[in-house]
């Protein structure tokens, strides 16, 4: 990444505020994001603002049964909007595919490994996901995985966990779990990728949107800092992230509903694969399209409705449903 400051943005006394959740995993993106226009801006001033949001304090509740696609941007666009802080900082996978008048994605960072890990306990550390023994408890907080790896493991026990990585990790440890199934790259950035025991191939676990790439929201109108936010912008990680949250916004489904995506670029063609499981994991629902890097959006939109003609929607009607009578 190629990090230059603009000379209109470079003299400006005006300070700007970085907006966070308060987790670690939150924290050391956001102090990352700081770090990198920080460089590319030497004459800025960037300050961290955190903030606690509802994701971060319910943590009793199954995701799912919260039903909040905000769960854990909400208060920070309140903030936005309110000029408490300029912009914040998330992770993709987190930030509704729909954003709240006045605010836009202004940057997509670039991605670290978008796959889900298998975290397994030192009991099981000859293991893999297929070798793990029958009734093994693996925790998961996602539909997404959940669905995906109980059409492949319905042998297995999946047990809802929820918590910060370390609280997670110490339930495991503690025997509460066999095996838990988290994503690479949060792993990766709080340096505990030597926990990632098996990185699951997307012919098992398609990713969720957004996977593994950092968003950043700021005001729509704020033409200094979207202007500032170039400097972070990863045309590639963007192109793809656009294609899935395409296809997402179409089917209409939250982070919490089982729809899982995998893009690739190949001499600027696009290609993205997406699957609508059942919550049961008996039926998926899976296909893909390809197609000029240009048209990210409307790959997703035309993924979205092949998968719809082929069932997609009966699946997803039942989920609404399930979901609604809690």
């Not at 000379?7 to 300070?15: D, K």
């Not at 009793?60 to 909400?74: E, H, M, N, Q, S």
Request: charged residues 25%; negative net charge.
């Amino acid at each position: 990444m190629t990090l230059t400051a603009s000379p209109e943005t470079a003299s400006s006394t005006r300070i700007i505020r970085i907006g966070s959740r308060k987790s670690q995993l939150a924290l050391v993106q956001t102090h990352w994001v700081q770090a990198e226009l920080q460089k590319a801006f030497p004459n800025r001033t960037f300050e961290v603002h955190t903030m606690s949001t509802q994701g971060d304090k319910i943590l009793d509740v199954a995701l799912a049964k919260i039903g909040d696609k905000g769960l854990f941007t909400k208060e920070l666009e309140v903030g936005m909007l309110a000029g408490e802080i300029d912009f914040a900082v998330h992770s993709l996978k987190d930030l509704p595919t729909r954003l709240p008048e006045g605010l836009v994605l202004g940057c997509v960072t670039e991605r670290e490994n978008p796959a889900d890990a298998l975290v397994v306990h030192p009991q099981h550390r000859d293991k893999q996901l297929d070798t793990l023994p029958a009734g093994a408890v693996v925790g998961t907080s996602s539909l997404r995985r959940l669905a995906q790896l109980r059409h492949y493991y319905p042998h297995l026990v999946f047990k809802d966990v929820r918590g910060n990585l370390n609280t997670r990790l110490a339930k495991l440890d503690a025997g509460e779990y066999d095996a838990l199934i988290l994503a690479v790259a949060g792993l990766q950035r709080l340096g505990m990728g030597d926990r990632v025991h098996q990185v699951i191939p997307a012919e098992v676990s398609l990713h969720a949107v957004g996977q593994g790439a950092l968003g950043i929201e700021c005001r729509a109108d704020d033409e200094e800092v979207l202007e500032l936010l170039q400097a972070l912008q990863h045309p590639e990680t963007a192109a793809r992230c656009y294609a899935e949250r395409a296809f997402l916004r179409d089917l209409e489904g939250g982070c919490q509903v089982p729809i899982g995506v995998d893009t690739t670029i190949t001499d600027n063609t696009l290609t993205l694969k997406g699957v609508v499981a059942s919550l049961d994991g008996q039926t998926l629902v899976k296909d893909s399209v390809s197609g000029p890097v240009s048209e990210a959006e409307s790959l997703g939109t035309a993924l979205a409705q092949k998968l719809r003609q082929q069932g997609a929607q009966s699946i997803l009607d039942e989920i609404f449903a399930t979901l609604e009578r809690g």
